[in-house]
């Protein structure tokens, strides 16, 4: 028990340390504005540098991206997850091991909030994300009923996590310029979940409010939701489908391939425990983000397929093992394996920056 107590508290003040850190890079980067970003980008990238927007510092943790923020004065790393429609926080989880005070009277509400820029009083669901395993603490979760409110950049190439309002952020011409490619979320995403009609999913109550994409799997098309917090460290460039899309897939000939070795059983929201089954697509054939122009923004054959068949007593849970049309859900690393990643709700696009956007060195492969 001493030795896990000794290993607890190192592993408090390593987060308290790198907190210190980053909380000594966030100062400058916004004192300096466009002077520090310029140093760091080509000729002619002023105008693109200025419309990305103020800029504080990313945290990857595997592929999950984190931020540090502050509630009530109290400092905690932030999950930026995309594939949630709310936020929430975790008292316990707070640098220092004391997380801040709600609002007399609420058991939610904060005064005042400090992420993305300070702000007025904010939402936060209390949850408990002490199990969570990361490079730090997760003192927080924040949904798209947050993140939706700016155009927000994550650089995981610089480490850069930036943010805008819609009417201020770059032109098309300039991102297409920088090597960014849209992709359409168009009825899946936006500033907020009033609106969407989500085409492809149920529609028992809301639409969720996530990022959503084209996406080909061989000659099948389908949907898949970007879900940044989906760590899929243990297999990079995990898909989840449903039922549905792995019947398409087979109804169109896909020779799926069984992995049963990978095979993994998930918690969902009622504690029922969820089996799911490990897949890959044969030799030739990949798992494909389709850009808006039409050509794939990203290419992955070397996917593993996950299907999802949502059991009975965790339905009330949603998600795509529901829905009753082809779908799928890409693992935070088709994200922040990327140069960088714009998520736009004002305009329903995601535009990516992909590695292979980088030229080739000359002489050379």
Not at 54 to 82: E, H, I, K, M, W
Not at 129 to 139: D, K
Not at 191 to 216: D, K
Not at 311 to 319: K, Q, S, V, Y
Request: a positive charge.
């Amino acid at each position: 028990m001493r030795g896990a107590g000794l290993r607890a508290r190192r592993h408090r003040w390593l987060g308290v340390l790198l907190a210190l850190v980053l909380l000594a890079a966030i100062g400058p980067v916004q004192a300096r504005g466009l002077t520090h970003a310029q140093a760091q980008a080509p000729a002619g990238a002023e105008t693109l540098e200025r419309c990305l927007g103020q800029t504080r510092s990313l945290l990857l943790s595997g592929p999950l991206p984190y931020a540090l923020g502050r509630v009530d004065g109290r400092f905690g790393f932030f999950l930026l997850d995309y594939g949630s429609g709310g936020s929430s926080l975790s008292p316990t989880t707070f640098l220092g091991g004391r997380g801040p005070t709600p609002q007399p009277g609420t058991t939610d509400r904060f005064a005042a909030f400090d992420v993305f820029g300070p702000s007025g009083p904010v939402r936060l669901t209390p949850q408990d994300h002490s199990a969570i395993r990361a490079v730090v603490p997760q003192a927080g979760l924040l949904g798209t009923d947050l993140l939706a409110r700016q155009v927000l950049t994550l650089d995981s190439e610089r480490a850069l996590l930036r943010w805008a309002p819609p009417d201020s952020f770059c032109p098309d011409a300039s991102l297409r310029a920088a090597g960014f490619v849209p992709v359409s979320s168009r009825g899946y995403f936006g500033p907020s979940a009033s609106g969407l009609n989500c085409p492809a999913a149920p529609r028992r109550g809301g639409c969720p409010n996530i990022p959503t994409v084209p996406l080909r799997l061989g000659p099948v098309t389908a949907v898949a939701q970007l879900d940044t917090g989906y760590d899929d460290s243990r297999f990079p460039g995990s898909v989840n489908i449903n039922p549905a899309l792995f019947r398409q897939l087979q109804q169109a000939g896909i020779r799926l391939q069984r992995r049963p070795e990978s095979d993994l059983i998930l918690s969902t929201c009622t504690g029922v425990s969820e089996p799911v089954s490990a897949w890959r697509l044969p030799p030739g054939s990949a798992v494909e983000i389709l850009g808006s122009d039409g050509p794939p923004v990203l290419r992955a054959p070397d996917a593993t397929l996950f299907l999802k068949a949502t059991p009975p007593g965790a339905a009330r849970c949603g998600g795509i093992g529901t829905w009753s049309q082809p779908a799928a859900q890409l693992g935070a690393s088709f994200i922040t394996a990327q140069r960088a990643a714009i998520f736009d709700p004002f305009t329903a696009r995601i535009w990516l920056k992909p590695r292979a956007a980088d030229p080739a060195p000359p002489g050379g492969d």
